[in-house]
């Protein structure tokens, strides 16, 4: 069981690294291999931080994001999603299993939605006051959702860094990994101080996902939005295919 483990957090980070939406694999498979709700979302959160820790350095390397806006969502992330993390503490399994009903089909849509996002570059490389609080405001939000539920956070940074800030989608990707990266680990910290980490799991998940996000960032860098679209349908059906097998089971 352990060694499917590792092949599903591998792939998810190869996917979560281009396009977001890597929980979509690894939460149900922390799920299919009998970890209670909480223990998966906090084991979860540990490999995820792992790798996208090297995904985002990557980007970093490559000058492939914008700095200033990265770090003030990446602010804006911390705070929302330990809020998030918290008030999942005080829910019970079953709401949160009802809360994936609700959401999964939202997100689905938003995806869908935006499946062909542009490709050009619409920001003039300035930050204003607007254009901070913009980046503070998607933090937060996609913090608050990324610390209650998590899965398409990546994704759904990445359209709002495109079709609300102008970034193209490699850009956008970068500042999506430091977005996710904070959040990430503002996570964790709730997570590890209430216990709620298996690590004789998530260590070798963690190195599992290690590689795949250094795979994923590599031909994402590379391809750029000719490797990231097809992606993103990717985590689209992946998305899909969770809310029917929520329903049915």
């Known amino acids: 069981m352990l060694l499917f483990l590792m092949l ?7 996917v979560d690294s281009a396009a ?21 979302y906090g084991t979860n959160k540990f490999s995820a931080a ?5 995904a985002t350095a990557q980007f970093f390397q490559k000058g492939a994001m914008n700095i200033r806006v990265g770090l003030l969502a990446a602010v804006g992330s911390f705070v929302g ?3 998030g993390s918290h008030i999942v503490l005080l829910l019970s399994d079953q709401v949160l299993r009802t809360m994936m009903l609700i959401i999964l089909p939202v997100a689905a849509v938003l995806i869908l939605w935006r499946r062909d996002l542009p490709d050009e570059n619409r920001d003039d490389g300035t930050l204003n006051a607007k254009k ?19 899965p398409g956070t990546g ?11 102008g970034f193209d989608l490699r850009t956008a990707g970068g500042n999506a990994k430091v977005l996710n990266l904070a959040s990430n680990y503002a996570s964790l910290v709730t997570y590890l101080s209430s216990g709620l980490v298996v690590f004789s799991i998530g260590i070798p998940c963690a190195i599992s996902g290690i590689v795949g996000n250094l795979l994923g960032s590599h031909f994402a860098l590379k ?3 000719k490797f990231i679209r097809p992606m993103m349908l990717v985590v689209l ?6 809310i029917v097998s929520d329903a049915v089971l």
Not at 27 to 40: D, E, I, K, R, S
């Open 132 to 150: 901070a609080v913009l980046a503070l405001a998607i933090g937060l939000g996609i913090g608050l959702y990324d610390g209650i539920f998590g």
């Open 50 to 54: 792992c790798g996208t820790t090297f």
């Open 237 to 242: 059906v992946l998305l899909l295919g969770k």
């Open 20 to 40: 977001g939406g890597g929980g979509l694999i690894s939460l149900p498979a922390y799920l299919f291999a009998g970890l209670p709700v909480h223990y998966t």
């Open 81 to 83: 999603s330990a809020l």
């Open 8 to 14: 599903m957090t591998g792939f998810a980070g190869f």
């Open 155 to 165: 994704t759904f940074a990445i359209i709002a860094f495109t079709t609300l800030m």
């Open 223 to 225: 391809k750029g939005a």
